[in-house]
Each structure stands twice: as structure tokens, then as C-alpha cells.
């Protein structure tokens, strides 16, 4: 059973966007400020578009901690929309190829794409960002740290592919990058795709690679289908709106070479968690829907976002015409901002399996839980 449950509600131009988070914890203290500097990083990154110039994402926290310290009632944030524009915004007299358009005017039987628009919007995911800073604050207390980067963009990638070692300076050289990337050289070649794009009035998708580090082994579940964490993962990431692939380690690559070469031998090794090791981590962290121990290592898709300042062939609800799809504002690329989400995501799913695994009432009982497991574990 899932431990944590989460829920947004809130149109891309309504009042606001709202989410709960059930089943925290009580007396884990909060830093909202942190939530907050997520949702900035949400933001930017270079190849924003005009929105992003309106709205100044913040939570206001409506329920769940007194004194600063959860209380293990449902967490409510809020995050107002400046741009609440959506009485006054025209509808669209075509569906945008792309988006969830025109399947979702048949699926309602009606011609109204910003009926479907408002809420298949990208906007949501600032909320799922919210409560996933929230949830991470739980692993964090565990030393557990999930952290996402980008590695491709526009089909340029980076070559300075993961920065090991300290996690405050990773997460320096990550953060003076206006592509969320660990490689200076390969920001170059993304701003220069980004300017070509923006000139072609085009778009550009890319791939981030989310990682978490020091989890323990055996969070998951083999015992049924939709309890492995492996099924968890994939569906929260494929559940951020434009995302195309989700890999874990080798991922398709496991499926073009022998078994000899793909899985991970045990060797013996002390380590945090006890006697045994993977001498490398091809599985990506994952093995038999639990996690292994090694690093949780996955990579996602996303396709170019499909607002073209050119266009692209749609038909006129009323006319039956071919004509170009409506245009107002959109971003080149949105990728940087996606692998803010896609960490958030994986925080959100990777905190509920830690705590259906150490479970209790406090974050002491969770420590607690944790410890006695742990001494355990160290001796098998
Ligand atoms: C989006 C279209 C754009 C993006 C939006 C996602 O919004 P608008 O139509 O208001 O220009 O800016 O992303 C956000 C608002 C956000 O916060 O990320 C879309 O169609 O999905």
C-alpha cells in the first residue's frame, strides 16, 4: 500500500493551483524556503518562454504543521497564478497538434480545446514540485539524496557526464548551469541549438537522468505487479506531461547485449548496509522491483514541446479548413525545467517506499525503525 498520496487541482490560468499530501510523518520541520527555490529552479533555464516572465511561483502552506513541524495531517499548499486570465483567454478555433487537444474534444464531444487545455497544461507540475520538496525533506533526514541533471538536448550531448563525490558541490556546478548540466562544454552547444530553434521558430526535447544516492536495498516490492518500484517509478515519470522514455541503468541497451555482460556480480564489500556489493550497476539500482542499494540511476525523454511559433497542420473546427495551429507564447525547450520535475517526482515516490518500508507515526519512529533494520541488515 502507498504510504504517501498526493493530488493537484488547478487550471493554467485559473486562481491557482492547489495540492495535498497525505501521510507524512509528524515532527519533521519544514524548510519552505527550500520549496520555494525549487520552484524558481522549476522556472528558469535557458529557453523559457514569455509565462515564466509573469509568474513568481511560491507555496503558501494552508495546512498540515504547526510551529514549523509537520503534524502528519494532510500537508495543503497553494500557488496563486498571476496570469489568471481564463474567463477573458478566446477559444481556440483549432486543436494543436501535439497536445491533448482534439483527443480530448472528442473524448468531451465538443469544440472547445481550452476546456482540455487549461488543465493538460505543463503548469500542474509546479504543484507536484511543491510536495515533492516536501517529501524529499523526509529522505534527506535519511542522508538520501535525489538529484537530477541534464545530459541531452536539441541531440547535443553533455560529455562530463556525472560529478561523484560531494553533493554540495555537485549541486553548485549544476546550478550555475542555465541547462541544469554538469558540463560547462556541452552548455555551450544547448544554447547554441536553443538559438537556432528559437530563430526557426522551433522547439527542442532532450533527456535528464535522475539520481538517488545512498538509498538502502530492499525499498519496493517483488510481490506483485504494480508494488514494484521499478512500475512505481516509470508511471510517476511518464506521468510528467511530454515524456517519451523512461530507461533505469542500461536500460534498451540491456536488450542488444548477452547476460554475461549486463548483470551485476556480488562481491563482498562493507558498506553501510552490510557485507555484500554490486562490483558495478548496470541495473541502474533496481533489481526484482526493490531497490539494490547501488545508486538509482534513470533517464527520461521528453519530446519537443509542441507550440510552434511556425506552425504545424491542423483543420479549422468550423471551416473543416487546413489551417496553421493558434500560437500565443510558448518556450523553445522546456527540458531543464522537466528534470526539476522529473526529481521531484522520483523524491515524491522514492519518500513513500522508504516510509512503507520504516513506516511509524513520528519521524523518530521512522529513525527508530530505520536504525534497528539497519543494525539488522549489517549483520546478515
Ligand atoms: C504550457 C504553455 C505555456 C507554458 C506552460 C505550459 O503557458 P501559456 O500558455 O500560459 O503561455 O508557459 O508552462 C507553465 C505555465 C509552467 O508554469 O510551467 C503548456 O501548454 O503546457
Redesign the pocket.
Known sequence: MKRLRWNTAGE??GPALVAILEGMPSGLELDTARVDAELAR??GGYG?????KI?R?RIELLAGTKGGRTLASPIAVRIANR?ATIEALPTPRNPRPG?ADLAGCQKFVHTDPRAI?ER????E??ARVALGSIARQVLEAFSIEVFAHVVELGGERVERGWVAGDAAERRAVRDASSFYCLDPQAEERFRAAVDRAREERDSLGGVFEVRALRLPPGLGSFASGPERLTARLGGALFSI?AMKGVEFGLGFGAARLPGSLVHDPIVAAEGEFGRFRRSKNDAGGLEGGLTTGEELVCRVAMKP?P?LKRGIQTVDFDTGEAVQATY????VT?VP?ASVVGEAIVALELASAFLEKFGGDSMEEVQGAFEAWRARVRKL
Open positions: 493554467s490560468h522549476r522556472q523559457r518562454g514569455g509565462r515564466m509568474e511561483d496570469d497536445h487545455l493538460a497544461s505543463a503548469r507540475t509546479a506531461p514541446i507550440s500565443q507564447r510558448s518556450d522546456s525545467a
